[in-house]
């Protein structure tokens, strides 16, 4: 670590741990909530981020069904937020292997199968919070609990899942030692005690906006580092969770990691600087824009996706279709494959009537084949995958 950067820091202190040569720095930060001054940018940036996130509340009180598109961005979320941690897969990608699929006909290579299946295990983590908030306070536990659904039967699996670390870890190029590490967190001891600290401040009261608060508990779980492996990703689902177990949204609509990824470096040099400069000005203004941002896009998205479902269905009533045609259209926007046997369980219509139906479904380019004949074919609507991946 540079330690000159991190000694001057109003937002922690350098602790030493160990002797000679084996001796290395680590960083401790200060309990929440730092001093913030709201300055004419902050103010106008909040403001900007608190309109924006009441007008996709509002979407999502108003919008005839809304809860269609929470599956879908719940995956692009995923998809996005475990491409931060270097996977490849796509959305397209998540889909096809949800429906048993590793790769899509006639696409592009199909990416490494743990990548595929790490995304698949933030959903499940994502979907498991969302539904667990409404029994148990974000909290600890709740924490834990997500990690351990994250790390399940993939590459972070040998890191303790659903455990804090009892080890040192640190943050860095790929391969490097501690002693040349970026960023080294708090000792096990320590980030006990701030840990503690820091499931106080998630149920505490300090006059801050909420959006504030979210962003600084953002910044100080990963400048914590409790887990071994994951850190991000739980780091990002909590932001999720926090809008919606606060009330700022009625449902999972918001998620930030498009715009992390988007812009990426600076992510990580805004935490960064918090840590090495006290620098949270800086932070908020980066985290906020990215709330204002990610809110219009998610209206956009949704408004979009609204106006596809709408131009079918006019279709499908014009040309007299029965209503088999009009639920599995509607199927469509929660989940945008459909195979013969799908459509025969979840209908309870025949195997024939099923195939009947997607056929005609493949003949108005509402859905399009993406397996090569044979008896499990499998139907994808290529305009909504396309929606969500832009």
């Not at 309109?51 to 009180?61: I, K």
């Not at 006639?106 to 979907?127: F, Q, T």
């Not at 504030?212 to 779980?221: C, D, K, M, N, S």
């Not at 979009?304 to 479902?309: I, K, V």
């Amino acid at each position: 670590m540079d330690i000159e950067r991190f000694g001057k820091s109003t937002s922690g202190k350098l602790v030493k741990i160990g002797r000679g040569e084996d001796a290395y720095w680590a960083f401790v930060p200060n309990p929440l909530p730092p001093k913030l001054e709201f300055d004419a940018e902050l103010v106008s940036v909040l403001s900007d981020a608190d309109r924006a996130l009441g007008e996709l509340s509002g979407l999502g009180r108003t919008a005839p069904n809304p809860n269609l598109f929470i599956g879908p961005f719940i995956r692009r979320e995923a998809v996005l937020s475990s491409r931060i941690e270097g996977t490849q897969a796509d959305i397209a990608d998540l889909y096809a292997y949800e429906a048993g699929q590793l790769s899509r006909s006639g696409s592009k290579p199909a990416p490494p199968e743990s990548d595929v299946r790490e995304v698949l295990n933030y959903v499940h983590a994502l979907e498991y919070g969302i539904e667990r908030i409404h029994e148990l306070p974000v909290s600890l536990r709740l924490l834990r609990e997500l990690h351990e659904r994250l790390m399940e039967g993939v590459r972070g699996d040998r890191y303790t899942p659903g455990e804090f670390r009892r080890s040192q870890n640190w943050i860095g190029p790929p391969g490097c030692p501690l002693m040349h590490a970026t960023y080294v967190p708090p000792p096990v001891p320590e980030m006990q005690t701030a840990l503690g600290a820091f499931e106080k401040y998630l149920h505490a009261e300090d006059g801050y906006p909420p959006l504030v608060r979210i962003a600084l508990i953002h910044q100080h779980f990963e400048a914590l580092h409790p887990f071994l492996d994951g850190n991000g990703r739980i780091g990002r689902l909590l932001i999720s969770l926090l809008l919606v177990h606060w009330n700022l949204l009625p449902m999972p609509l918001l998620y930030l990691s498009a715009y992390f990824e988007r812009n990426r470096q600076e992510y990580y040099e805004r935490l960064l600087a918090v840590s090495q400069e006290g620098d949270w000005h800086g932070w908020l203004l980066y985290f906020l824009q990215g709330v204002a941002e990610q809110s219009v896009d998610v209206i956009d998205r949704a408004k979009r996706l609204q106006e596809l479902q709408a131009a079918w269905r006019a279709q499908l009533q014009q040309t007299r279709a029965p209503g088999l045609l009009l639920s599995m259209m509607d199927s469509l926007f929660r989940w945008p494959y459909l195979s013969g046997r799908g459509v025969q369980a979840d209908f309870g219509v025949s195997h024939p009537t099923a195939m009947q139906a997607l056929r005609k479904l493949q003949s108005l380019s509402i859905v399009q084949e993406v397996t090569e004949g044979g008896r499990n074919r499998m139907y994808v609507s290529d305009d909504i995958v396309r929606i969500l991946e832009q």
